[in-house]
């Protein structure tokens, strides 16, 4: 993510609204990093619509990596 700076307000925008999405077990946001770190049920979210949600939120999301 980009913008996201060093605050936290910013990370826990992102955090309830990908927690939000149907499928997602647990999200932790770094600000300082700009990362989120999404857990979710295998198969029930895709990668472009957690994007989507960050873009929605008014941040920009880099090139996913999955684990």
Same mark, same amino acid.
């Given at each position: 993510?980009?913008?996201?700076?060093?605050?936290?307000?910013?990370?826990?925008?992102?955090?309830?609204?990908? *927690? *939000?999405?149907?499928?997602?077990?647990?999200?932790?946001?770094?600000? *300082?990093?700009?990362?989120?770190?999404?857990?979710?049920?295998?198969? *029930?979210?895709?990668?472009w619509t957690?994007?989507?949600?960050?873009?929605?939120?008014?941040?920009?999301?880099?090139?996913?990596?999955?684990?």
């Amino acid at each position: 993510m980009y913008g996201l700076g060093c605050g936290g307000a910013g990370a826990t925008t992102l955090e309830r609204a990908l *927690a *939000a999405v149907p499928g997602v077990r647990s999200v932790y946001v770094n600000p *300082a990093t700009e990362t989120a770190y999404v857990r979710s049920e295998p198969g *029930a979210v895709d990668t472009w619509t957690l994007m989507r949600v960050v873009h929605r939120a008014g941040y920009h999301a880099g090139r996913p990596v999955e684990s």
